[in-house]
């Protein structure tokens, strides 16, 4: 729901992150100096129907996140929302303006962990800012903060606005683009849990011990994958909301459709597998309480061998004068006898009902 405001103006400073600046006109693109204010790109795109500005700020810090605010006179939640980080995806409008907040996925399998990476992008007007929150792209690449423009060329998200047609729709075009490509991530992080999913499997009907803990972990990964999908899918449910009331061409929203059927079937896969872990999980449970059943029968088994001699041995280490068979001369044969003989019965009969 759109929130109004009045407006005011904003102080607008200029922040230290390092940035790639675009403009476009007509469908094509050219690079703007990274030191351009962001206010001057506001009043490029606001000057004609046939353009549009675009920023990628690395690692963006409060006094970014101020000049972005004051550039574009942005609602003050929309303020807050930049500054406060570690967000889990979703899709609010304030004014004129959207915020989508985006979560993409890396999945490392030597660690088996799955690596988020957050995105703010800020939809203004005709100018988009993509905010990257986590000194990393949308391929998961680690950039360093104190990075060149010259070295950021070639990781600025350009592929996101190289298709003119594409720009022919406008800023949500590009926003469009953007979900596609997290979307588009979650596909192997889901194949490379899938994987790491059945060697557990194996390993748990193979006896190793160690498989509970990696269940558990691999638990955990798959659980924060269901909560960022889920979330992106109720944004995409939130954007298709406003298709009417803010008049998305009908190829975009097809587009959006498109991007709803690939995510469902990720959320549906990813549920599939929190399921199968759980099973997993019951099913070593299972196996350890059958091990360790088996393992308490055989240490009664031979503690009720051991019990046998140790039975005779206490009741003839009593030392009563009266006792039979004390003072006759094959006594202690005998009694020896006896305790190897109820021994060799017992381990007998523990065999034989398969204790042993």
Request: charge should be negative; aromatic fraction near 8%.
């Amino acid at each position: 729901m759109s929130r109004e405001r009045p407006r005011r103006p904003a102080p607008v400073v200029r922040g230290a992150s390092p940035r790639l600046l675009r403009l476009v006109e007509d469908g094509v693109v050219r690079e703007a100096d990274p030191g351009m204010p962001l206010e001057e790109i506001r009043e490029f795109a606001a000057s004609a129907r046939n353009r549009m500005g675009f920023a990628v700020l690395l690692a963006p810090t409060a006094a970014d996140v101020a000049e972005i605010a004051g550039a574009f006179d942005l609602h003050p939640l929309i303020t807050e929302d930049l500054l406060s980080g570690r967000q889990r995806p979703k899709l609010a409008r304030y004014d004129d303006s959207l915020l989508l907040v985006l979560r993409s996925a890396r999945y490392i399998d030597d660690l088996e962990d799955v690596e988020f990476s957050e995105f703010h992008l800020v939809v203004t007007g005709r100018c988009l800012v993509l905010l990257c929150q986590d000194d990393r792209l949308l391929d998961g690449r680690r950039i360093d903060p104190a990075s060149t423009p010259e070295e950021l060329r070639t990781v600025d998200g350009s592929w996101l606005i190289g298709d003119a047609e594409l720009l022919s729709l406008g800023p949500e075009a590009i926003m469009y683009r953007l979900l596609e490509a997290v979307i588009d991530g979650y596909a192997p992080v889901v194949a490379g849990i899938e994987i790491d999913v059945e060697q557990i499997e194996r390993q748990v009907f193979s006896g190793d011990a160690a498989a509970a803990q990696r269940i558990y972990l691999l638990s955990q990964e798959v659980v924060d994958l269901v909560q960022a999908s889920t979330a992106t899918a109720r944004a995409l449910r939130d954007l298709e909301a406003g298709f009417e009331k803010h008049d998305v061409p009908a190829s975009l929203q097809t587009y959006l459709q498109d991007l709803k059927s690939d995510l469902a079937r990720t959320v549906e896969e990813v549920q599939n597998q929190r399921q199968t872990l759980a099973q997993i999980l019951d099913v070593n449970a299972t196996l350890v309480a059958q091990r360790q059943n088996e393992d308490m029968k055989k240490i009664s088994g031979w503690a009720a061998i051991l019990f046998a001699p140790t039975l005779i041995g206490a009741i003839y280490g009593m030392n009563f004068d009266d006792m039979p068979e004390l003072h006759w001369t094959y006594g202690y044969p005998l009694a020896l006898g006896s305790m190897l003989l109820l021994a060799v019965v017992l381990y007998v009969v523990f065999r034989w009902k398969k204790w042993m």
